[in-house]
């Protein structure tokens, strides 16, 4: 008896398209940060005007994060972001731990990395 043709999926199928997978990647990735910060905004109840007051951001400018429209975001911007809603931005690899802060200085972003034990 011969075994039955595994059927695939459509996702599975147009993954191994190299343009698709990319793309799709991409989109995926800039989902999860608006999922993100929309969760952490609701779990803190901020406005997006407010959260913009704070971190010294335009308010247009987390509307776009918040929806995946922001092309690119800068680190320092998602530092401030996250800081401002109470978290902390930590790398960590194996036993090392290293935590980025947002230091504001004359109203520019300087990042300091601190490591953590």
Request: charged share 35%; net charge positive.
């Amino acid at each position: 008896m011969t075994k039955p043709k595994k059927t695939i999926s459509t996702y599975e199928r147009e993954m191994k398209n190299a343009r698709f997978k990319k793309a799709f990647e991409k989109s995926y990735k800039e989902f999860l940060l608006s999922e993100l910060l929309i969760a952490i905004m609701e779990e803190d109840e901020i406005s997006v005007r407010d959260l913009a007051r704070e971190v010294g951001l335009s308010p247009t400018i987390i509307q776009k994060i918040r929806s995946g429209k922001q092309d690119d975001l800068k680190i320092s911007n998602f530092v401030s972001i996250v800081q401002a809603c109470g978290y902390k931005v930590i790398l960590e690899k194996n036993d090392e731990r290293i935590e980025i802060e947002d230091r504001k200085r004359n109203k520019k972003h300087h990042l300091n990395f601190v490591h953590a034990a």
